[in-house]
């Protein structure tokens, strides 16, 4: 069974671009999760999906950051326009329905740079 | 909120040494308590995960992780350290947040294994 995928995993763009993740969940999974780390830093919750319905975006930094989940599957997260603080790795997770034991199953990452 | 706190950003032990790596959290709830592991190149993977139940809680590769409330902490041991447990260790709580699982994690500690 394929794992959490993520696409690309590097990126670099230059300040003022716009630069679109996407995430593969596990299939079947209906939570879905983003994640980012700023260097040095420790990981973040960004927000969190059911299928297509964002249950929580409390962690979104601030309206150049979009996400998306079309159709409860693929999800994708855009940042538009890309300033320097947004440097990092963003991780996605997804997870089955159920208590909060449930384990989320992390991506390999995508390392965004913007220069 | 819950707060997760890792203390020692990075630790070395020779090989075949004790690993022990440091974890305290607060949380006003009853907390679900984990650990993953981040090989280089890789995702993040589950190590072990506490819930309910038994406070000791065995996970891959030989670590285990033992929940101790009076204390708030869930610091993470291995009796014998191997040169391929060298990666990041990363501590994470969360709660029964609408049935699903919202990570709040420490800043994550990097474990170097010395030949």
């Known amino acids: 069974e394929a794992g959490v995928t993520q696409f690309p995993s590097h990126s670099v763009i230059e300040k003022g671009q716009t630069v679109t993740l996407r995430c593969d969940p596990i299939?079947?999974?209906?939570?879905l999760y983003w994640y980012r780390r700023v260097m040095g830093k420790e990981i973040k919750f960004l927000l969190h999906?059911?299928?297509?319905?964002?249950?929580?975006e409390s962690g979104m930094p601030n309206n150049r950051f979009l996400a998306e989940r079309t159709g409860g599957t693929y999800s994708t997260l855009k940042v538009q326009p890309a300033e320097l603080e947004d440097s990092g790795v963003y991780f996605c997770?997804?997870?089955?329905?159920?208590?909060?034991?449930?384990?989320?199953?992390f991506g390999q990452g995508t390392r965004l740079t913007v220069v | 909120a819950q707060s997760v706190t890792q203390l020692g950003s990075h630790v070395s032990v020779s090989e075949g040494a004790l690993v022990l790596l440091r974890c305290n959290y607060s949380?006003?709830?009853?907390?679900?308590l984990f650990w993953y592991v981040q090989y280089p190149n890789q995702g993040l993977q589950l190590l072990l995960k506490?819930?309910?139940?038994?406070?000791l809680v065995k996970g891959i590769n030989g670590f285990e992780a033992e929940f101790k409330k009076s204390e708030t902490s869930f610091h993470l041991t291995k009796p014998s350290a191997h040169m391929s447990d060298a990666a990041e260790y990363f501590c994470?709580?969360?709660?029964?947040?609408?049935?699903?699982?919202?990570?709040?994690f420490g800043q994550g500690t990097r474990l170097t294994i010395n030949p």
């Open positions: 999906f059911v299928k297509e319905s964002k249950q929580d």
């Open positions: 949380s006003s709830v009853p907390p679900y």
């Open positions: 299939s079947g999974h209906d939570n």
């Open positions: 997770a997804s997870s089955q329905t159920g208590q909060g034991g449930t384990e989320a199953f």
């Open positions: 506490y819930t309910t139940g038994a406070t």
């Open positions: 994470a709580v969360s709660d029964l947040i609408q049935g699903a699982q919202k990570l709040v």
